[in-house]
Structures are given as structure tokens and as C-alpha cells.
Nanobody, 115 residues
């Protein structure tokens, strides 16, 4: 089993920054994609940012230019640097890791942006 431990969430004012981290442990063989999803009240869960094992990234249009995803393969860790945060970024953020045909999820971390 793979376990994902998330950290870095919290409360921040609009325009501020947060950095989320997600470290994978357990039965690690070869991680393919890593990413961050979020779910806001009354909204569907959406992909915020993803990164492949080759370093190719993609972002939701709403966060382009503000968020940056990165990974440290040696540490099996993915990061999400969030700048210029907006109230609409408020959501529970979930780390996701794909290893071969398996997908794993973190427990979620709350990000709240006040206006």
C-alpha cells in the first residue's frame, strides 16, 4: 500500500501564498504522474495541476501563472506553490499519485483564502 502525507494547508489572506507538500511512502516502485486536485463547496473535484515523471506539467486555466507544481523523485514528494491566492481557491486539496495502474490519494488538506 502507498500512503500519502500532505502538509502546508491553512488560512491565508487574499494575495498571499502557501506551499503544499505531499510525500509518498510504502510500496513505492515507480511513480508516473503526481498531481493536486481540489474540491470547493458545491463544486466538483477538479484537477489543479499535474506533473509527469518526465517533468511535463499542466494546470487548470484558473491557476495558470499563479501556481507551480514540482516534484522531487528521490524523496517521492510533490509540491504545489500557490501565489496570489484568491478566495475562490478555497477548497480541500488532495494529493494524487499514479504508480503503474494504481492511483492513490492523500487525506486532503484545507486551504482557506479570506477576502
Amino acid at each position: 500500500q502507498v500512503q500519502l502525507v500532505e502538509s502546508g494547508g491553512g488560512l491565508v489572506q487574499a494575495g498571499g501564498s502557501l506551499r503544499l507538500s505531499c510525500a509518498a511512502s510504502g510500496s513505492i516502485f515507480s511513480i508516473y504522474t503526481m498531481g493536486w486536485y481540489r474540491q470547493a463547496p458545491g463544486k466538483q473535484r477538479e484537477l489543479v495541476a499535474g506533473i509527469t515523471n518526465g517533468g511535463i506539467t499542466n494546470y487548470a486555466d484558473s491557476v495558470k501563472g499563479r501556481f507551480t507544481i514540482s516534484r522531487d523523485n528521490a524523496k517521492n514528494t510533490v509540491y504545489l506553490q500557490m501565489n496570489a491566492l484568491k478566495p475562490e481557491d478555497t477548497a480541500v486539496y488532495y494529493c494524487n499519485v499514479r504508480q503503474q495502474v494504481e492511483y492513490y490519494w492523500g487525506q486532503g488538506t484545507q486551504v482557506t483564502v479570506s477576502s
